[in-house]
């Protein structure tokens, strides 16, 4: 009862599963008896072992979107109690159980018992798009549709906005139909995307622009159809290296732009809080998204598939 199953990644592209001592709350913490994960690219680039990695990781290290029971409090904790299904900004959730700060830590309402929540995700497109700005009548254009362009899809268009769905899968393309985009554009030729959207536009661009791959040629053709004095939001996570950026189209068109990533615990949890009530109310519904499910010891798949992004693919989730 005092140990738990918990991955390690022991080298490029190796993962296993090792047993290790079950870790115990400190003051003003709680810990968690994980129902399951969500895979971030953000482990992409560990996963492929670069020269600054250092192996073993910690047990359950780079895990970080997870769900689940309330199992132990620490002392100060008083708005949790044990049972309390919840979502957590933790890091080290590729396990049965982890830590969390009780302040980054958001419950789950009852009418959610029966769904995965990988809250840090959720909460990153709803801050991503309060940070945008979207109002009602503007063109919002999304650069890369997977499961954070949906959901801005979705939020997008429910705020009045219309919305050009530019990805490279038709898969993709469909998805962002459903998720209310008004115009899809394949990713394909760079001059041609550029024509599309100016022709789609009446010649003006698109007031705000959302960048979400974490690529160069992404930002590139996100800043070509920026309107003047438009907003482009940099929500990509651009960790594989230094980017250029056309300074003199940035200038003349005077762009104001946002990189949209949070680091502030309490602006994170503020945005989970966002999205159960979203999820909750109905407003939102990611379950489409939530396309693939593997269980810890298959969390070497989950990486893979994560990467390599096989047709119909959006989300895996690592079940526990």
């Known amino acids: 009862m005092n140990m738990m199953k918990a991955a390690v990644l022991a080298g490029p592209g190796k993962i296993r599963v090792d047993d290790v001592a079950l870790p115990e709350p400190g003051p003003g913490q709680v810990r968690v008896r994980l129902e399951g994960c969500g895979v971030c690219a953000s482990n992409l680039t560990p996963w492929a072992g670069p020269e600054w990695m250092q192996f073993p990781t910690e047990p359950g290290s780079l895990g970080h979107e997870g769900w689940g029971l309330i199992d132990a409090v620490g002392e100060g904790v008083q708005a949790l109690v044990l049972g309390d299904r919840v979502a957590a900004l933790s890091y080290k959730s590729y396990a049965q159980y982890d830590i969390a700060e009780a302040d980054a830590v958001v419950k789950l309402p009852e009418s959610l018992s029966d769904q995965p929540f990988p809250g840090e995700p959720l909460g990153c497109a709803m801050n991503i798009f309060r940070r945008a700005d979207i109002q009602a009548g503007q063109t919002v254009a999304i650069v890369g549709i997977g499961f954070l362009g949906a959901i801005l899809c979705r939020l997008a268009t429910d705020a009045g906005a219309r919305v050009i769905a530019i990805s490279r899968r038709p898969f993709s393309l469909d998805l962002a139909r459903r998720f209310g985009a008004a115009e899809t554009i394949p990713m394909d030729d760079h001059n041609r995307i550029i024509e599309r959207v100016k022709e789609l536009t009446g010649g003006r661009f698109c007031e705000r622009v959302i960048e979400a791959v974490g690529k160069q040629w992404p930002l590139d053709l996100a800043a070509e159809f920026t309107a003047e004095r438009g907003k482009l939001i940099v929500a990509g996570y651009h960790q594989d290296g230094p ?54 010891e298959r969390l070497g798949e989950a990486l893979d598939a994560t990467r390599d992004r096989p047709d119909g693919f959006l989300k895996a989730l690592v079940t526990l």
């Open 243 to 296: 980017r250029q950026v056309n300074m003199w189209l940035w200038n003349w068109r005077g762009i104001d732009v946002i990189n949209a990533h949070e680091r502030d615990p309490k602006i994170y949890a503020e945005g989970i809080r966002e999205a159960v009530e979203a999820v909750a109310s109905g407003r939102l519904d990611p379950s489409p998204l939530y396309t693939h499910s593997f269980p810890l």
